[in-house]
T-cell receptor, first 110, second 116 residues
Framework: DAKTTQPPSMDCAEGRAANLPCNHSTISGNEYVYWYRQIHSQGPQYIIHGLKNNETNEMASLIITEDRKSSTLILPHATLRDTAVYYCIVSAGANSKLTFGKGITLSVRP | NAGVMQNPRHLVRRRGQEARLRCSPMKGHSHVYWYRQLPEEGLKFMVYLQKENIIDESGMPKERFSAEFPKEGPSILRIQQVVRGDSAAYFC??????????????FGEGSRLTVL
């Protein structure tokens, strides 16, 4: 079973920041937080991951609370193409399977 | 560098037939994972393989399903005597060998099986 909790859905306006929350209160010290997304029925796409420090790449930023019990994925300028199901996953990392939950459906409106 | 390649992209089978789904991992990747996504549901882990070894098959149904990743060639997910409930999208993912692995999985576009 997934060890994360996400709201089922949210929406945001195109051009605005999308802040997607995730709770992972039972995360272990060696577990990373990963974010993937699935656009329509395509294969899941890796977005970002982190252990305890905040991370940023060309797609998004990941903010992890100091106690590591929750995190927020930030898409700084959402576009219509960012409409997708976003999955927050905790995993031990290398050579560990990812357990997908239901994710959060992000709808970006014009 | 080509991504994870899955074929066929779409497969139609009648009940009782066999389905074979193939997955070629990214170049240099020696770990393969198979996931199944039933209509309107999330992705469910099936099996994790390294070359010639099954590492974790905890998500595989006990009967009719098997997977292999031979020394040469693609990984194969085989479903024998398919039933309508096997209709789903099957996704393959790969990751690099230990030592170069950040835990990121690279997914293919999936194979969509329809059982009539």
């Amino acid at each position: 079973d997934a060890k994360t909790t996400q709201p089922p859905s949210m929406d945001c306006a195109e051009g605005r920041a999308a802040n997607l929350p995730c709770n992972h209160s039972t995360i272990s010290g060696n577990e990373y937080v990963y974010w993937y997304r699935q656009i329509h029925s395509q294969g899941p796409q890796y977005i970002i991951h982190g252990l305890k420090n905040n991370e940023t790449n060309e797609m998004a930023s990941l903010i992890i609370t100091e106690d590591r019990k929750s995190s927020t994925l930030i898409l700084p300028h959402a576009t219509l193409r960012d409409t997708a199901v976003y999955y927050c996953i905790v995993s031990a990392g290398a050579n560990s399977k990812l357990t997908f939950g239901k994710g959060i459906t992000l709808s970006v409106r014009p | 560098n080509a991504g994870v390649m899955q074929n066929p992209r779409h497969l139609v089978r009648r009940r009782g037939q066999e389905a074979r789904l193939r997955c070629s991992p990214m170049k240099g990747h020696s770990h393969v994972y198979w996931y199944r996504q039933l209509p309107e549901e999330g992705l469910k882990f099936m099996v994790y393989l390294q070359k010639e070894n099954i590492i974790d098959e905890s998500g595989m149904p006990k009967e009719r399903f098997s997977a292999e990743f031979p020394k040469e060639g693609p990984s194969i997910l085989r479903i024998q005597q398919v039933v309508r409930g096997d209709s789903a999208a099957y996704f393959c993912a790969s990751s690099p060998r230990v030592g170069t692995n950040t835990g990121e999985l690279f997914f293919g576009e999936g194979s969509r099986l329809t059982v009539l």
